[in-house]
């Protein structure tokens, strides 16, 4: 496993960064990065499995392993989704994690990933477009 961290800083408050990470209209939009027409079914609970879904109904799944709003955000990778069919991985400890830090310019963003190999060009690629699409509508969204 590699770990893969990604900073940003946005001029906001690490509340409003929150509610564009995680409310379901802004997740959309900033995710559109990974793959256009990106959403999630499920809850943020702690403990809770949320499924990560493109159009085509692929995608993954995941146990979120901490919610501490306004701070931090992780999830433990389960498995696959193919044609909406649950298909479990093993990838150890895979994690994504998200981590806000009030900063006298507003809010330090740091995703953090461990992942295998397989994934880390896809990751390099995508997430700082991602990032960038969650400081556009933390500082632009009224």
Do not use: C
């Not at 997740?27 to 879904?53: H, L, M, N, P």
């Not at 392993?65 to 298909?87: A, C, Q, R």
Request: no cysteine; charged share 25%; aromatic share 14%.
């Amino acid at each position: 496993m590699e770990i893969l961290e990604y900073t940003i800083q946005i001029n906001a408050s690490p509340e409003k960064v929150w509610t564009v990470l995680w409310d379901d209209f802004s997740y959309r939009q900033w995710t559109s990065a990974f793959t256009e027409g990106s959403f999630y079914i499920g809850t943020w609970e702690q403990d809770s499995i949320v499924k990560f879904f493109d159009p085509n109904n692929n995608g993954m799944y995941s146990r979120v392993l901490k919610n501490d709003p306004s701070k931090e955000m992780t999830f433990l990778h389960l498995g696959e989704i193919f044609d909406g069919v649950e298909v479990p991985q093993d990838w150890g400890d895979a994690t994504e994690s998200y981590i806000l830090e009030e900063t006298e310019e507003g809010t330090k963003l740091v995703a953090r990933i461990k992942t295998s190999e397989e994934f880390k060009s896809f990751f390099e690629d995508k997430f700082p477009v991602a990032l960038q699409n969650v400081k556009n509508l933390a500082e632009n969204q009224l």
